[in-house]
C-alpha cells in the first residue's frame, strides 16, 4: 500500500462506562460472586479513531478479561460506522476483576421466551452483554464526532509494579508467585495525540502486567466488588490529571503487553509456609487487594505522565498501515480421566484459597501429569498496526515476557510493542521455548510448549513483509 497523498492527522477519541448496574448482580467470577461495584473504579470502555486521508484506524479497549463478543461487535461498529475489519483494532485490559463469565464469543441468549422458570444470571448476562455492546458503539460515535487536526509522539519510560511470576519453590515445584530475579521488562510504552494547541487528545498505554492485584478478593466490607483494577485506575488518574491542570478532555487507553508470566508484584492472595516447607494461599485481609490496587494504579499513572510530558508530538502526517493474519501453534490435551479443575487448584496449591482445605488440614501429596502432543494446529487471530514509525503487533493470546521481547528485537522498526487480547481466535497462553518443562498452570493449556519463540517471531516478520 502507498501513500502518496496523506493530509493532516485527525484523532478523536471517547469512553463510557460499561459496568453492570446494580439489578444486574450478583454475576459470578472465577471464586465467587460480585455483589457490588467498587465506588469511583467503574469499567470502561475507550475509543480512539485516527484519519490521516488514507484511512482510517479504529482502536477500542475494554476493562474486561477479553473482548466481548468480537464478531458481533465488528459487525455492529461496520454496519453503523463503515470501518471494515482491517480498520478496527480490539484489545481488552484482561480485567480479572470484570464479570469473568461475560461471554466474548458471543452473547448468551436471553430466557424470557423459554419454557419453565428464567435464569436470573443467563438473563443478567445477556443484559449486561448487551449493555456493553450499545455503550461501546456510543463511545465510538462520540469519537468520530469529535475528530480533529491532531500531532502524534511516541516514547518509552520504566514503571516497576510488575513481577515475573513463575517461581520456583522450596518443595520442588514452579507456582504463581513473585520471582524477582526472573525476566520482567518494565517498559511503559506511551502514544500521544495531542490537537494543534498541544492539548492532549489521548493516550494509549502499553505495559506487560496482569490486570490482577484484587483477583477475588473482598473489600473491606466483605463484599467482592467489581473494579477496573489498577490499569483502569491509572488511565482514570491521567485523565482527570489533565483535566484539572489543561482542561482538557483526554482519553487514556491501557493495553496489555507480553504478560504471560507477569502479574502485579503484590498480588491477591497471601502466601504462607508449613514446616514442611510448602506454600499455601489464604485470602488477604479485607480491602488490602484493592488498596493496592489503588497504589499500583496511582504509581503507574505518574509513571506515565512522566512520559508524557517528555514525549514531542509533533508529527501531522503519518502512514497507517495494518495486515491481520492467522498464526498456528501445536496443541495438547490433557490425559483422559483428569480433572482439569482439580488439577489447575492443585498446580499452585490454592485448596485453602479454593475453600478445598483448612488451614489445619495437611497438604495432599502433589502428582501434575504430563500433557498429551495433539497433531491438531490451534489457530490465533495476529494484527499489525504501524502508525508512523511505530509497530504494535497484537495477538489473541498470552505469551510470555521473553517472546515479546524476542518480537521486539526481531522486529524492522525500533519502536515496537506487543498487544494482547485482541480477539478471537484466541489460545490462551503461550510459553517461551526455555519456559516448556516449568509445570507451571499456564503450561496446561491449549498450546504445546517449544516452538512458541519461531512461530511468534516469524509471524510477526512475515506480516511486516506484507505491511512494508
Known sequence: MRFMSLSELKAGAAKRCISPTLDMLPLPNMKGSFTDIREGEDLTVRALVLDNGERNLLMVSWELAHVPCPDIIRANLSKKFGFNDTDMFLFATHNHQSPFFTSHRSPPKRSDDQEGPSDDVQRNTARFTELIIERTAEAVGEAIEKLRPAK?????????????RDQYYFEGYWMQGANFEGCSDKTLAVLKFVDEDGNLIAALLNYAAHSNTAFCENDIDGKMKVTCDFPGIACNFIEKYYKKHFGCDAIVLWQAGAAGN???YFMAGKHVYDLDGNMRVRDRVPGAAYEQAEVFG????????????NIDASKSKVNI??????????????????DRSAHRIMVDNIQ?????????????EKHLVDMIPSEEKVPMKAQLVIIGDVAIFGVACEPYNEIGLLCKKASPLRKTIIATHIGEPSVGYVLDNASKNHKVFQSFGTVRPGQSNEIMVNGMLNMFDKAL
Open 152 to 164: 502524534f509522539g511516541y516514547g518509552e519510560g520504566k514503571s516497576y509494579i510488575n513481577v515475573n
Open 262 to 264: 507477569q502479574n502485579p
Open 298 to 309: 496511582q504509581e503507574h499513572a505518574i509513571d506515565a505522565i512522566k512520559i508524557l510530558r
Open 321 to 338: 498501515t495494518t495486515v491481520d493474519d492467522t498464526l498456528y501453534f501445536p496443541s495438547q490435551t490433557f490425559p483422559e480421566g483428569v
Open 352 to 364: 485453602e484459597w479454593a475453600g478445598v482445605l483448612s488451614p489445619e488440614d495437611p497438604m495432599p
